[in-house]
């Protein structure tokens, strides 16, 4: 009897910039369903070292690679202004779409975005990786066990020294830094991780934002403060009650933070402080648990993030992706409302 024939998707990528150099590209090229057809970047030298390494044609144009009918799968890996254009052109040509987060520049676009998946029965999800970290995953198990009851406050920081080294873009020009490819900046960047990682966490909603967003430091190649923020220190309300403190930063020097403490009603639970124990419970009783459960990855750090596995997941099942557009709207949502509160210097609501 013949053998099925494995399925192998064919994927184009649209940006050879960072995130498609350290994790698109090794996750896809190493899936054993999966492989890399088309790579479409400006700069076409980042194109061609990424085919080099990780296979694949190099493309002229978007265009081709969206007209191309045997590629199935686009990953949007480009700066946060072409999210949406991208997406939504990918996604009429009958592809499904992988987009970097955050997934759009305004509430608008990320609508449009969800629609035309619907509309062409294509699927859709967000890069959303920070739940997929397995410190992450295991909080989650130990919250959703109730030994620890209600979290009933939290805080949540992500930051590092900037983006500035970790783009193909390197120095005070990259696009990280200008608010017309970037919309906006740490809270963007880094802070729109954690308003994932939050309503993923707590499996509830953020109501209110208070905020203040801020540039306090860092310039661009004229010298001049960049036009987008730098810090980020944010009050948040859930639904349920519980409120708690986000904050993003591109100056915290010499190392990574990307920590979250959660207290609840029967003790705390701390992730990503402790480099042996990602994972420490401590209850009120006394007793205590340490987790060894891998690693949260850093910039210079970079572990199989599981994204593309995901994505590849649902389109090989037929499954809604798990981060889809919805998903990334309701954290995109988070970071808008904390932009109105800095902006308006009043408490904002969270938009649906
Ligand atoms: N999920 C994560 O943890 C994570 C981490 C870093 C970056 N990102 C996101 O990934 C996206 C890309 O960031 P990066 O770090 O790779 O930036 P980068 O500056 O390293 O690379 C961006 C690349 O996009 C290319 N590009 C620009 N316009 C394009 C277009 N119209 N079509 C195709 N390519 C185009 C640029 O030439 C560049 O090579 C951003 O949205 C960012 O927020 C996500």
């Not at 915290?252 to 992730?271: H, I």
Request: with cysteine; hydrophobic share 40%.
């Amino acid at each position: 009897m013949a053998k099925a024939k494995k399925k192998v998707l064919r994927f184009g990528i649209l940006g050879a910039g960072s995130i498609a150099i350290y994790r698109h590209a090794p996750e896809i090229a190493t899936h054993p369903n999966a492989e890399i057809a088309a790579i479409y970047d400006p700069i076409t030298e980042r194109a061609e070292d990424l085919a080099d390494e990780f296979g694949g044609d190099v493309y002229d144009s978007v265009e081709e690679v969206l007209g191309d009918d045997s590629i199935d799968a686009v990953v949007v890996a480009t700066p946060n202004a072409y999210h949406c254009p991208l997406t939504v052109a990918a996604l009429k040509a009958g592809k499904d779409v992988l987009c970097e987060k955050p997934m759009a520049t305004s509430l608008k676009d990320a609508k449009k975005m969800i629609q035309t998946a619907k509309q062409t029965g294509r699927k859709l999800m967000i890069g959303h990786n920070q739940r997929l970290m397995s410190p992450h995953v295991k909080a989650k198990e130990i919250l959703e066990s109730g030994v620890l009851g209600r979290v009933l406050t939290f805080r949540t920081s992500f930051g590092h020294g900037g983006p500035e080294m970790w783009s193909q873009d390197q120095g005070p020009h990259t696009w990280f830094f200008k608010k017309e490819e970037a919309f906006v900046g740490s809270m963007g960047d880094l802070g729109v991780h954690k308003t994932d990682l939050v309503r993923w966490l707590l499996a509830d909603e953020v109501k209110e934002a208070a905020a203040f967003v801020e540039t306090l430091e860092k310039t661009n190649e004229k010298g001049k403060l960049i036009t987008v923020d730098d810090n980020a220190v944010c009050i948040l309300k859930m639904k349920s009650g519980a409120v708690g403190q986000l904050t993003a930063s591109w100056t915290y020097k010499s190392a990574e933070d990307n920590t979250t403490t959660l207290y609840c009603e029967n003790g705390m639970m701390v992730l990503g402080a402790n480099p042996d124990y990602p994972v420490e419970v401590m209850l009120a009783s006394g007793e205590e648990a340490l987790y060894k459960v891998g690693a949260i990855a850093t910039n210079d750090v970079q572990v199989r993030s599981g994204v593309p596995d995901l994505f590849i997941d649902s389109l090989l099942n037929d499954t809604d992706p798990e981060i889809s557009g919805a998903e990334g709207y309701k954290a995109l949502a988070i970071v808008v409302a904390c932009l109105e509160s800095a902006d308006t210097g009043t408490v904002a609501k969270v938009k649906s």
